[in-house]
């Protein structure tokens, strides 16, 4: 590339030997020389400090030691706001590579119309920038993703962009970064000229949805198996129902025994009103008739309650389940809350 700026143009460090105001002429006009040459050297007139930096940055430059004029240029540049001293800044940054800052601040130096010495050294500056652009490049990031930006060089930038970024030509990485979206890293190649941009649309995919509760129920081992264990109204129902086939089944025998020792009474002919005197002891059957109707009347109790402790879902979580006395000859009863 043209190197003239970064290497420091002949041209101009010849403006600051002709004097002390050089880099300030206006163009065509040359520094006074003596009038004949026999007569002394006018006494030099005394540098200005700001005129003192720039002859420090440029001997800096004449010694390679870019880094530090690059730091002292940008320093006289805060201080002064003089184009001369940005453009010197952008010598040393393309110097040191630095091509981005560099073309950013020539091209900013340049766009000042009234300064005596850009105006002088335009067309060399010109060059300068022209060489600096040859190894830039322009990328445009096109994104639908919602909040989306990009992130280069440590610089986010938000999509969409207000311009093309500049960057080095070659191959250029880069991310895409949105809230609630998974990032992506992209690698282009960028033309160096900066005469068009380079675009590239990233997409981002939306996260997924976070897992980490089921994922960690089912990783858990599945709980210990509980000491099995009966309810006991469980219990007392199931004694209910055992209770209750044993009264059925009394009931069952007293009714047969009912009906046997009734037909045997009928047929001695002791079933009348004036039975003969052998039938006083025989036995009419009452016995197994009581027998029959106590058993089958408690038993269908005990069944019942004994069915609806182990059928009807336990609700409350106490329950009561008492035996106790109670009419009925028999003589007790049953009773539960559920």
Known sequence: ???????????????????????????????????????PAAPAAPVDEVEAEHLRGLELRRQHRDGEARDLFRALFERTHEARALAWLAGA?????????????????????????????????????????????LLEVLSTTPGAAVLLAGVTTPIPMQRPMTVRAGATTFEVRAEGYLPEVRTVEVPGGMRSPTRETVNLTARPAPVADATHALMQPPPPAE???????????????????????????????????????????????????DCAGADNGSTGFALGVTGLAAGGAFVAGGLTMLLIPLRATRRAVSLGGGPGDLGFSLRGSF
Request: charged share 15%; glycine share 10%; net charge negative.
């Open 1 to 39: 590339m043209n190197a003239r700026l970064a290497t420091c143009s002949l041209a101009a460090l010849a403006l600051f030997a002709q004097a002390s105001v050089a880099l300030a002429q206006p163009a065509g006009r040359r520094a006074p020389q003596p009038a004949a040459p026999a007569a």
């Open 93 to 137: 940054e393309g110097a040191l590579g630095e091509w981005v800052s560099a073309e950013a601040h020539l091209a900013t130096a340049l766009e000042n119309t009234t300064d005596p010495w850009i105006n002088q050294l335009r067309d060399d500056l010109t060059a300068d920038l022209a060489g600096f652009r040859q190894r830039l490049g």
């Open 227 to 277: 000491a099995a264990s009966i309810s006991p109204v469980r219990i007392v129902g199931a004694a209910l129902l055992g209770l209750g086939a044993v009264g059925v089944g009394l009931g069952i025998y007293g009714l047969v025994d009912y009906n046997k020792q009734h037909n045997n009474y009928v047929e001695s002919g002791c079933d009348v009103a004036a039975p003969p005197a």
